[in-house]
């Protein structure tokens, strides 16, 4: 399937000329004339971002992007201006902008940020699918098994475990043995560090 972008610009000229474009680099374009029929659309759940102009008819590029974080949209933005100065690109950027281009936009410059935007979002998607799937091994875990590699996490020995949840070691063996099983840790180094991300989730 190919990647989408979605432009948000007042200008129907120039949002006609960038669809064209993209286009013609083998992308999918959905065009939009305003914020509020950007915010009204559903978005399809595939490789995409976002181009927004930074001053939209008396609405905010900058705002919507902050909105869209708020909501816990993270589509990659990259921003499009006439009138934009350095403080402006500066809060851009910070605000976790891809690239911030001034008008009229070069071709070369647009694509590689495009680029640059679209591997964002596929790496965050990875990324999400990965947990996702931690996530669905570690449901796979008993209370106990999850208890004791939690421990073993934590540097605890197989003696200490046992002592700890009141146990013998050869169980605690066992059950950190059908804990790597179900996680599809090939070492216990493996196992940690699956047990740290599940902490930062």
């Given at each position: 399937m190919k990647p989408l972008v979605y432009i948000v610009d007042d200008d129907a000229a120039l949002r006609d000329?960038?669809?064209?474009?993209?286009?013609?680099?083998?992308?999918?374009?959905?065009?939009?004339?305003?914020?509020?029929?950007?915010?009204?659309?559903?978005?399809?759940?595939?490789?995409?971002?976002?181009?927004?102009?930074?001053?939209?008819?008396?609405?905010?590029?900058?705002?919507?992007?902050?909105?869209?974080?708020?909501?816990?949209?993270?589509?990659?933005?990259?921003?499009?201006?006439?009138?934009?100065?350095?403080?402006?690109?500066?809060?851009?950027?910070?605000?976790?902008?891809?690239?911030?281009?001034?008008?009229?936009?070069?071709?070369?410059?647009?694509?590689?940020?495009?680029?640059?935007?679209?591997?964002?979002?596929?790496?965050?998607?990875?990324?999400?699918a990965a947990r996702a799937d931690l996530r669905r091994r570690y449901a796979t875990l008993t209370p106990r098994?999850?208890?004791?590699?939690?421990?073993?996490?934590?540097?605890?020995?197989?003696?200490?475990?046992?002592?700890?949840?009141?146990?013998?070691?050869?169980?605690?063996?066992?059950?950190?043995?059908?804990?790597?099983?179900?996680?599809?840790?090939?070492?216990?180094?493996?196992?940690?560090?699956?047990?740290?991300?599940?902490?930062?989730?």
């Open positions: 000329a960038l669809a064209s474009l993209l286009r013609s680099a083998d992308m999918d374009v959905a065009t939009f004339g305003s914020v509020a029929d950007f915010a009204a659309h559903c978005r399809d759940d595939r490789n995409s971002c976002l181009l927004l102009d930074v001053r939209l008819g008396g609405h905010s590029g900058m705002d919507l992007h902050a909105d869209l974080k708020a909501q816990g949209c993270h589509l990659p933005v990259v921003f499009m201006t006439g009138f934009g100065d350095i403080p402006m690109s500066v809060r851009a950027m910070k605000a976790g902008a891809v690239d911030f281009l001034a008008k009229p936009v070069r071709v070369e410059e647009l694509l590689e940020a495009v680029g640059q935007a679209l591997a964002r979002d596929a790496a965050s998607r990875s990324e999400d098994e999850r208890e004791i590699m939690a421990l073993a996490a934590r540097g605890l020995m197989n003696k200490q475990i046992a002592a700890e949840v009141g146990t013998s070691e050869i169980t605690v063996k066992i059950h950190r043995g059908q804990a790597m099983k179900k996680m599809q840790a090939k070492t216990f180094a493996d196992l940690v560090r699956m047990a740290e991300a599940l902490e930062n989730r």
